[in-house]
């Protein structure tokens, strides 16, 4: 197949597939744990920064969350315990987001779940070569995509965040 074909036909396999992968997998953190997929994500993050806090703008940054978004999924994790939002550490203007013990139990009982649907729904079907296509390709794209934010976000719009 000629690139002219296949580009539009890959990408589109990739868009539609990643949206079927990502739908399904919210669906099952729901029913299986209670816990969407997007709040999942947040504790995962925070549970990896340094002192298992991370600025809000960072961590909107990191999730590719819309800063409202964030402060949505923020406040209702906030509700359930297990995250509270502290003046940040290192820059008393803006606000961390800290996780919890509680939000730490949480992760810790959510995890191998959220890891046998990933595995189940995606990995599982997938040969050495495939993943190593995978990393090869998302690796940098996720990096390009990441340093891009960082540059069309000014120093001073992420310290009110």
């Not at 074909?5 to 890959?10: E, I, N, Q, S």
């Not at 960072?58 to 800063?67: G, T």
């Not at 406040?75 to 315990?81: I, M, P, R």
């Not at 939000?103 to 495939?130: I, K, M, N, Y």
């Amino acid at each position: 197949m000629s690139p002219d074909r296949l580009a539009p036909r890959a990408w589109r396999a990739y868009f539609e597939g990643s949206r079927l992968l990502e739908n399904e997998l919210e669906q099952r953190m729901k029913s299986s744990c209670g816990l969407d997929l997007g709040d999942f994500n947040v504790l995962l993050v925070l549970s990896e920064a340094d002192g298992s806090r991370m600025r809000m703008g960072d961590l909107a940054r990191k999730l590719a969350f819309a800063p409202g978004r964030l402060t949505y999924r923020v406040s209702a994790l906030e509700a359930e315990g297990f995250v509270v939002r502290e003046p940040s550490a290192t820059d008393r203007r803006g606000t961390d987001a800290v996780l919890t013990d509680a939000g730490r139990t949480r992760l810790r009982r959510t995890r191998p779940v959220h890891a046998r649907h990933v595995e189940e729904l995606f990995l599982g079907g997938l040969d050495t070569e495939s993943l190593e296509v995978l990393d090869r390709v998302f690796t940098p794209l996720r990096s390009r995509l990441l340093g891009r934010q960082a540059v069309e976000q000014p120093a001073e719009q992420s310290s009110n965040a």
